[in-house]
DNA sequence: CATTTTCCTGTTGTATACAACGTTGCATTG
DNA sequence: CAATGCAACGTTGTATACAACAGGAAAATG
C-alpha cells in the first residue's frame, strides 16, 4: 500500500535532504524531475518549492530552475550573530516564566555524570542540542522568538553538525547546558544570560573554523533518472 | 490598457490590503473571491495566498477558505521584546560597519530643526520611521537581521500607526532618531544602544494603551460582489 | 573565421477540469 | 419537539494542457 503522497510531505522531504546535504548546495533540478520522483503532478511541488524558497533554502530562477541554497560561510557568521541576541533574550525571559519543573528536567536530561562516552550517537546528540535551545526559547512563551531561533537553526545547521566530532566538546555542552539550568533555578539572569553567551560564541568559534573544503562533498543529485522504474 | 496581473502583484496587493487593515481582522474569504478580483485564474491566487500563510498574515484552512490574521496584543509585545533584541545588535553592529557619510544623511534627516508641523503627512512620517530603522538594520551589513527586522514591521504595524496621533511624539522621534544619529557618529555603542532601547520602549508603551476596541473598525471585504462588471 | 540571426528545446507561469472533503440545511424519525 | 441521518453545495487539493520566455545550438552571412 502506497499512502497519497501530498504536498506538505513533499515539503518535509525535499527540506530533509537540503538540510541533510543530500542535495549538493548549488546544485539545479527541475519541478518535473521532483514531480516524476514523488509521483505527483507538478502542482504540490509547485507549493512545496515556493514555500522553501520563502525560507531562503532554494532558489527559483523563472524558466531556469531551482537551485539550492549555496553555503556562504559569511552568512552563517551574521546568523550567529543574530541567534546571540535571540537567545539571550530567551534566557532573560524563561528565566521569569519558566517552571522550576520544567527546568529540573532540563538540569537532569543534561547532567554531566549521566554521561556516558559512545552510549549516544553522535546524530543523537546533536538533534537533542538543538532540542535543547529550543525548549528554552519555548519557555520563554514568546512564540515569535520560537519562530526566529528555528528559522536560524535551519540555516546553520549544516556547520553546526560538520564542526563537531569530538567527545571533548560533547562533554563540554553537556557541562554547559547544566549550568545554564542551574542558573536559571536560581533565577540569576545576568549569570545564565552571560554562560549563554559563551556557549554559543563556543559553538560559532567551532563553526568559522569549518572551510569551504569540508562542505563540497560528492553529493549527487537525487532526481537525475528516477522518472519510472 | 491593463497590464498583466501576475502573481507576485496579487501578493504584493493582498499583502498590502492586509497591512492597511483594508481587510478586517479575522474575515473570511476564499480563492475563488479573489481570483474573481484580480480577473484571474485561482493559480497565482494561490501562490500569493500560501506565501502569506507562510508569514502567518492569514490562516488557509482546508475547505474552508482564508482567514486575515487577528491581532492579538499578547502576540505584538512578543514582536516587540525581539525587535529590542534585534535592533539593538543592529545598532552594535552598523555602529562599527557604517560609514560617516550615511549616519550624517540620516542625522540631517532627522534633525529637528528641520521639522515644519504639518509639513509632513502623517502617513509619511510613519513610513520614514519605518525606513530609518530599517536602514540601520541595513547599515550593519548583517542580512538575517534584516529579513527578521522587516518580518516584525509587518507585524507591529497596526498598533504603531493606530497609536500615533499627536505631535509631541512626532517631536520625540525627531529628537531620539538625530541622538541615536549622533551617538553612533561619535561611535559611542553602549550610547548608542541605550539610547535606542529607550526609543523602542517608549513606542512599546504607545502600542500596549491601543485596546482591541480600536482595531475592530467597519473594515468589510473588499472581494464580495465583484466578480465582474 | 568571426558574427549575427534564427529556430528549437527545456522550464516555469497560468488556466481549467476534476476529485475529495467539510459544512450546512432540511427532512426523517423517535 | 429534539435528535439524527442524508444530501446538496461550497471550498480547497490535485492533475493536466497550454502559453510565454530564456538559453543555446546551428545555420546563414559578411
Redesign the interface.
Known sequence: MRTKVTAQQIYQSLRSMILDLELAPGSRFTETQVADYFQVSRTPV??AL??LE??SQITIRPKQGCFVRVVDIA?IR??Y??R???E??AVQ?ACTHMPDAALRELAQQWDPTHLFFGAESSDRIKQAEEAFHIALAQGSG????VR?LTD?ND?IRVVRRLGWPDYSSIEDTYAEHHDICRLMLNRDVAGAEACMLQHIRKSQARADQITLAQLSEPARNPFEGTALQ
Open positions: 509547485r507549493e515556493q514555500r520563502v525560507e552568512r551574521d546568523y550573530d543574530v546571540v541576541a535571540i539571550t533574550l525571559l514568546n512564540d515569535a522568538l526566529y536560524i540555516h
